[in-house]
């Protein structure tokens, strides 16, 4: 499996290889910060936000985030859309849930953790779905080496 793994890496370009690391490195900060919301506040740490969906998500990305590690990790084109199918939503909610908050105290948005940071990875997650979805995709077609029966 290591060898498989590593493989897969090093068949993927240079940029490909960045562009992964920088996945992981986001998601994984995303799931740490989800989940110590939960920690601290339980099912009620996202009941900031008045819609159900939003707090549903938010609480659902606790999951989300770390199978989007581990699907990355594995340099799985399954992780590379679910990555961006999750940024999509987290850049929506964020948005739509802190509008009122970010129209009252416009410098929020410049928070380490406020809507800059989320909407830049967001929108790098994004940018880079075709091509990165086209490399890995390309890695997990070449054929296997098959080991003879004896």
């Not at 707090?55 to 590690?69: E, G, K, M, R, T």
């Not at 799985?76 to 009252?104: K, P």
Request: glycine share 8%; aromatic share 12%.
């Amino acid at each position: 499996m290591g060898v498989q793994l590593r493989e897969r890496w090093v068949g993927q370009p240079l940029w490909a290889r960045w562009v992964l690391a920088v996945y992981l490195i986001g998601f994984l900060e995303g799931a740490c910060a989800h989940f110590l919301d939960l920690i601290r506040g339980g099912f009620h740490a996202y009941a900031s936000f008045p819609q159900v969906a939003f707090q549903a998500f938010f609480i659902s990305s606790a999951v989300l985030d770390p199978l989007v590690v581990v699907l990355v990790a594995f340099v799985r084109r399954q992780g590379v859309w679910l990555a961006s199918g999750v940024m999509v939503l987290d850049v929506s909610a964020n948005w739509i849930g802190n509008w009122q908050w970010l129209h009252d105290d416009p410098a929020g948005l410049l928070r380490p953790v406020g809507l800059l940071p989320i909407t830049l990875f967001g929108l790098f997650v994004v940018a880079s779905l075709v091509p990165l979805h086209r490399t890995t995709a390309m890695t997990q077609r070449k054929p296997q080496a098959v080991m003879p029966s004896r």
